[in-house]
């Protein structure tokens, strides 16, 4: 393992942890040494998965269920945590879902669905972590956004709005963070191959990759490495890491 890229010693926490982009991420932190927490809402199975897969390269991670949309759940999320672990280094903040409408048919229920989840999910999490992490003078908040809230996306005003405000969330924390030792940054992914993506019928799926410049679909390694890269760099704060194959520049 290059020195560099070494995570021993330090805990991350990851919404959403128990598949697609969070269980990359969640892996690829476990082997550099990290203690991880993978969070899940209701896909314990998927999370133990993980778990056993983070144990047989000799890894450490357990699960705790928590709806992160959920103030209290958050919380006591983050509490559990450091009574396991005693502090948390490294906040990721990935959980998300998708409740896709065109805005004359979007429901209220639909509207608060993906904000609760996607926007409210990073002010409840971070919330309860930022005085820990000010305490000992370290920490790595990363919220993985998206460029749909760059760009935009049909039917997805909720999605969108969401992705947008994890955005301004960052850098406005990462300004009042910034001499503390805490970074804050995003990484806003492109279409990238999760189950989400597989469930896309694939004529509509060769539409996608036909406005992709690279001509494909990103991977969740590739998600993951930029949350490594961002998880040791001290020196980077309040950006978004664009990995998406040139759909948005």
Request: aromatic share 6%.
């Amino acid at each position: 393992m290059v020195e560099s890229q070494s995570l021993v010693g330090k805990v991350a926490l990851i919404t959403g942890g128990s598949r697609g982009i969070g269980a990359s991420i969640a892996k690829e932190v476990a082997k550099r040494g990290a203690e991880v927490v993978i969070n899940y809402n209701s896909n314990k199975e998927a999370a133990d998965e993980v778990i056993n897969e983070i144990e047989q390269f000799g890894g450490t991670a357990v699960s705790f269920q928590a709806d992160v949309s959920n103030y209290e759940q958050s919380r006591s999320l983050v509490e559990q945590t450091i009574d396991q672990f005693g502090k948390i280094d490294i906040l990721i903040n990935n959980a998300g879902i998708t409740r896709d409408r065109t805005f004359k048919k979007l429901s209220e229920n639909e509207w608060k669905e993906v904000i609760d989840t996607n926007l409210n999910s990073v002010y409840h999490t971070t919330s309860a972590v930022i005085n820990p992490m000010l305490e000992q003078k370290f920490g790595r908040i990363i919220n993985i956004s998206s460029f749909i809230g760059q760009k935009g996306g049909f039917g997805q005003t909720n999605y969108s709005a969401a992705k947008a405000g994890m955005i301004g969330f960052t850098k406005s924390l990462a300004l009042e963070t910034a001499r503390r030792g805490i970074t804050v940054n995003a990484v806003c992914p492109g279409y990238i191959e999760t189950e989400m993506v597989a469930a896309i019928p694939e004529d509509a799926k060769e539409q996608i990759i036909a406005t992709i410049p690279m001509q494909r679909l990103g991977t969740t390694s590739e998600i993951a490495d930029a949350v490594l890269f961002l998880a040791n760099n001290s020196y980077m704060t309040g950006q978004c890491l664009n990995i998406n194959g040139g759909v948005y520049m």
